[in-house]
């Protein structure tokens, strides 16, 4: 596609359920990244898949939190037992995997409220 | 690890020049750069600084870095109101693959 995209767009959900969350980045990036945007909060660093590389995971906030990338291509977030201090909006990134990365291309976001 | 800091509001009158100003702790960034995000919309790169560079300028944006004082600044000349956006700042360190960003500057633009 011409962009990064993310599915769904906005998820309210119930306190305790599980969210799978979508990022389909731009065909051929090599590199995919999950940030979290909170209210008043800057973009916080959640995972970042390089390649068939083993993922850095340093920025899971819990266990809670888990991301997978098949293929290379399209990942997946996935957060149990989700918590109201779960909300906020989750970004998906890709880039072609230089290092450091030159530009980061940015999806739209899923927008996730938690009851 | 990195740490990003940038005021979190600035207004402006339109025509006027806006300056954003960032600071960083990491003097071994490698890469500098700034994030535009408009409502409802993902970020998207507006220009980046090498850290061998002092200076850059693309159109009405002008970077300017300062290596020493760790001071990293944009500012754009003849502020419309379709610049009212959120600003990131962001760094990567050397050796890192992850930018690590600031809480965004508002940009607010007056008529």
């Known amino acids: 596609g011409a962009g990064v995209s993310q599915s769904p767009s906005n998820k309210v959900t119930e306190k305790g359920k599980d969210v799978e969350l979508r990022c389909d980045p731009i065909?051929?990036?090599?590199?995919l990244y999950w940030y979290r945007q909170s209210l008043g909060q800057g973009l916080e660093f959640l995972i970042y898949?390089?390649?068939?590389?083993?993922?850095?995971k340093s920025g899971l906030p819990s266990d809670r939190f888990s991301a997978e990338r098949t293929g290379g291509s399209v990942s997946t977030l996935t957060i149990q037992r989700t918590q109201q201090e779960d909300s906020a909006v989750y970004l998906c990134?890709?880039?072609?995997?230089?290092?450091?990365?030159?530009?980061?291309?940015f999806g739209s976001g899923t927008q996730l409220s938690v009851l | 690890g990195e740490d990003v800091e940038q005021s979190l509001f600035l207004s402006v009158r339109e025509g006027d020049s806006s300056v954003i100003n960032c600071t960083y702790t990491d003097s071994s960034s490698t890469y500098l750069y700034w994030y535009k995000q408009e409502p409802g919309a993902g970020l998207q790169l507006l220009t980046y600084?090498?850290?061998?560079?002092d200076m850059k300028q693309d159109q009405r944006l002008t970077v300017l870095l300062n290596k020493k004082d760790k001071h990293l600044s944009l500012r754009i000349a003849d502020t419309q109101t379709g610049d009212s956006a959120i600003y990131f700042c962001?760094?990567?360190?050397?050796?890192?693959?992850?930018?690590?960003f600031g809480r965004g500057t508002s940009l607010i633009v007056h008529p």
């Open positions: 962001a760094a990567t360190s050397g050796g890192s693959y992850i930018p690590t």
């Open positions: 600084i090498f850290s061998n560079m």
């Open positions: 990134a890709s880039s072609l995997g230089g290092l450091p990365p030159e530009k980061l291309f």
């Open positions: 898949f390089q390649g068939n590389s083993a993922p850095d």
């Open positions: 065909s051929g990036h090599t590199a």
